[in-house]
C-alpha cells in the first residue's frame, strides 16, 4: 500500500525509490537516490520536479518493491557469459557480458516473458556480437510495486538450462583459405581475399594456418582442400567461383573434396551466392565474389556462429531473410544497424 504525504511534510523520510531528473539535451540520471532522507532545501527542488507529494510504501505479503523484482528477474534472465549489475537504477539492472563472443537470445521466452505485463526485459539482436563489458539487456518491474505473484511467474518463464540471455565464447580456429580463379593463380590480377579473410579471421581471435591458390578446376580445387585438412585446418573457407558462370566450379571442388550438408544460395545480399558445408566436422564456407566488394556481407553473419559450434543449414539460412538486406551506408556502422537482424 502507499501513502501520498505533501512534500513539505516529508522532511525526516526515507525516499522508497529512485526519483529521475530530466533537462532536455543535457541529462537524464537520479536527482534523488532511493534511501535519501529528505531535507528541508531539498522541498523546492523536488517541487521543481513536479512531486508536491511523497509516496511512504507500506507493503502488503503479495506485493514486491521494484528493486527486488529486479534483482529476482535478472538472476532467472542472466545465463552463460552474462553477469547482472550490481545496483538497481531506476529500477533496472543491467546484464552485461561477462566476455567477447556472439549473444544468444531464447526469443520465444523472452516473448513470455514481456506478455505477462508487469514486468519488461529488452534486449540487443540475438546473434550480436558482443565484448566484454557491454550492456546486452535490461530488466525492471514496471510499477514501483507489483503483485509478487506477477513476479514469480516471470522468474519461472525464464528460468532454465539455458537461460534467456547468454553470451557465447567464440571458438579460436586455425582456418585454411582455397583461393580460387585461373585469373589469380596465374597472376592476371592480385588477389584481395587474403588480406580481407585474415583480417575477419584474426578480429575474431582466429588464424589463417595455410592459403591455398586454385585454377578453376574442380579437381584441383578439391585437392588445395583436402591439403588444408591435412595440415590441421578446422575451418574452411573458399574464395570466389560461386556464379553460374560456367567456370565457376568451386561447388564441385568443395563437393569433391568429401563435403555433404552442402547448402548453395542465401536470403542475404550481398551474399546470395554463399555455400556452407561441412567436411566431417570441419565447417567449409564458400565466399562469393561480394567478399571483396563489400565491407560487410553474410560471411560476417555466419562466422561469429559457425565459431560457438552452431551447425548452419538452410533452415538457419533461410531465417535470416527477415533483416538481410544490407543497405550499403556510406559510413558502415555494423553491428550497430538492421543488417542480420
Same mark, same amino acid.
Request: charge should be negative; hydrophobic fraction near 40%; charged fraction near 25%.
Given at each position: 500500500?502507499?501513502?501520498?504525504?505533501?512534500?513539505?511534510?516529508?522532511? @525526516? &523520510?526515507?525516499?522508497?525509490?529512485?526519483?529521475?531528473e530530466?533537462v532536455k539535451?543535457? +541529462?537524464k540520471g537520479?536527482? /534523488?537516490?532511493? @534511501?535519501?532522507?529528505?531535507?528541508?532545501?531539498?522541498?523546492?527542488?523536488?517541487?521543481?520536479?513536479?512531486?508536491?507529494?511523497?509516496?511512504v510504501?507500506e507493503?502488503?505479503?503479495?506485493?514486491?518493491?521494484?528493486?527486488?523484482?529486479?534483482r529476482?528477474?535478472a538472476?532467472? #534472465?542472466? $545465463?552463460?557469459? *552474462?553477469?547482472?549489475?550490481?545496483?538497481?537504477?531506476?529500477?533496472?539492472?543491467?546484464?552485461?557480458?561477462?566476455?567477447?563472443?556472439l549473444?544468444k537470445?531464447?526469443?520465444e521466452?523472452?516473448?513470455? /516473458?514481456?506478455?505477462?505485463?508487469?514486468?519488461?526485459?529488452?534486449?540487443?539482436?540475438?546473434?550480436?556480437?558482443?565484448k566484454?563489458?557491454?550492456? *546486452?539487456?535490461?530488466?525492471?518491474?514496471i510499477?514501483?510495486?507489483g503483485?509478487?505473484?506477477?513476479?514469480?511467474?516471470?522468474?519461472?518463464?525464464?528460468?532454465?538450462?539455458? =537461460? *534467456?540471455?547468454?553470451?557465447?565464447?567464440?571458438?579460436?580456429?586455425?582456418? $585454411?583459405?582455397?583461393?580460387? $580463379?585461373?585469373? *589469380?593463380?596465374?597472376?592476371?590480377?592480385?588477389?584481395k +581475399?587474403?588480406?580481407?579473410?585474415?583480417?575477419?579471421?584474426n578480429?575474431?581471435?582466429?588464424?589463417?594456418?595455410?592459403?591455398r +591458390?586454385?585454377?578453376?578446376?574442380?579437381?584441383?580445387?578439391? =585437392?588445395?582442400?583436402?591439403?588444408? #585438412?591435412?595440415?590441421?585446418?578446422?575451418?574452411? !573457407?573458399?574464395?570466389?567461383? &560461386?556464379?553460374?558462370?560456367?567456370?565457376? !566450379?568451386?561447388?564441385?571442388?568443395?563437393?569433391?573434396? @568429401?563435403?555433404?550438408?552442402?547448402?548453395? @544460395?542465401?536470403?542475404?545480399?550481398? $551474399?546470395? &551466392? /554463399?555455400?556452407?558445408?561441412?567436411?566431417?566436422?570441419?565447417p !567449409?564456407?564458400?565466399?562469393?565474389?561480394?567478399?571483396?566488394?563489400? =565491407?560487410?556481407t553474410? +560471411?560476417?553473419?555466419?562466422?561469429?556462429?559457425?565459431?560457438t559450434?552452431?551447425?548452419?543449414?538452410?533452415?538457419?539460412?533461410?531465417?535470416?531473410?527477415h533483416?538481410g538486406?544490407?543497405?550499403?551506408?556510406?559510413?558502415?556502422?555494423?553491428?550497430?544497424? =538492421? /543488417?542480420?537482424?
Amino acid at each position: 500500500m502507499k501513502k501520498s504525504i505533501p512534500v513539505d511534510q516529508a522532511v @525526516g &523520510m526515507v525516499l522508497p525509490h529512485d526519483i529521475t531528473e530530466i533537462v532536455k539535451d543535457e +541529462f537524464k540520471g537520479c536527482a /534523488f537516490k532511493k @534511501g535519501h532522507i529528505i531535507r528541508t532545501e531539498d522541498v523546492e527542488h523536488l517541487r521543481r520536479l513536479g512531486k508536491d507529494h511523497i509516496y511512504v510504501l507500506e507493503l502488503a505479503d503479495n506485493e514486491i518493491h521494484e528493486d527486488e523484482a529486479a534483482r529476482l528477474m535478472a538472476k532467472a #534472465l542472466a $545465463g552463460t557469459g *552474462v553477469e547482472c549489475g550490481r545496483e538497481v537504477v531506476e529500477g533496472k539492472i543491467a546484464l552485461k557480458a561477462g566476455h567477447d563472443g556472439l549473444l544468444k537470445i531464447d526469443r520465444e521466452r523472452l516473448l513470455q /516473458f514481456n506478455l505477462l505485463g508487469e514486468v519488461m526485459c529488452s534486449t540487443l539482436h540475438d546473434n550480436t556480437p558482443v565484448k566484454q563489458g557491454e550492456q *546486452v539487456a535490461a530488466t525492471r518491474l514496471i510499477p514501483l510495486v507489483g503483485e509478487r505473484t506477477v513476479v514469480d511467474q516471470a522468474v519461472a518463464a525464464v528460468d532454465g538450462a539455458e =537461460n *534467456v540471455v547468454r553470451v557465447l565464447p567464440l571458438q579460436k580456429v586455425r582456418a $585454411g583459405l582455397v583461393i580460387t $580463379g585461373s585469373e *589469380v593463380y596465374y597472376g592476371r590480377i592480385e588477389d584481395k +581475399f587474403e588480406k580481407v579473410l585474415r583480417e575477419k579471421l584474426n578480429a575474431l581471435g582466429s588464424e589463417v594456418a595455410t592459403v591455398r +591458390f586454385a585454377i578453376d578446376d574442380a579437381e584441383q580445387i578439391a =585437392n588445395e582442400i583436402k591439403h588444408c #585438412l591435412a595440415e590441421g585446418a578446422d575451418l574452411i !573457407v573458399t574464395s570466389g567461383g &560461386m556464379s553460374v558462370d560456367p567456370d565457376d !566450379v568451386t561447388r564441385l571442388g568443395v563437393l569433391g573434396a @568429401g563435403a555433404d550438408d552442402i547448402v548453395y @544460395g542465401s536470403p542475404v545480399l550481398p $551474399g546470395a &551466392m /554463399f555455400l556452407v558445408a561441412r567436411i566431417g566436422n570441419v565447417p !567449409v564456407l564458400g565466399l562469393p565474389a561480394c567478399g571483396m566488394y563489400h =565491407n560487410i556481407t553474410i +560471411f560476417d553473419l555466419i562466422l561469429p556462429r559457425i565459431l560457438t559450434g552452431e551447425r548452419i543449414g538452410r533452415h538457419e539460412l533461410a531465417e535470416m531473410g527477415h533483416g538481410g538486406l544490407c543497405r550499403n551506408c556510406e559510413r558502415c556502422q555494423y553491428p550497430v544497424c =538492421n /543488417f542480420g537482424k
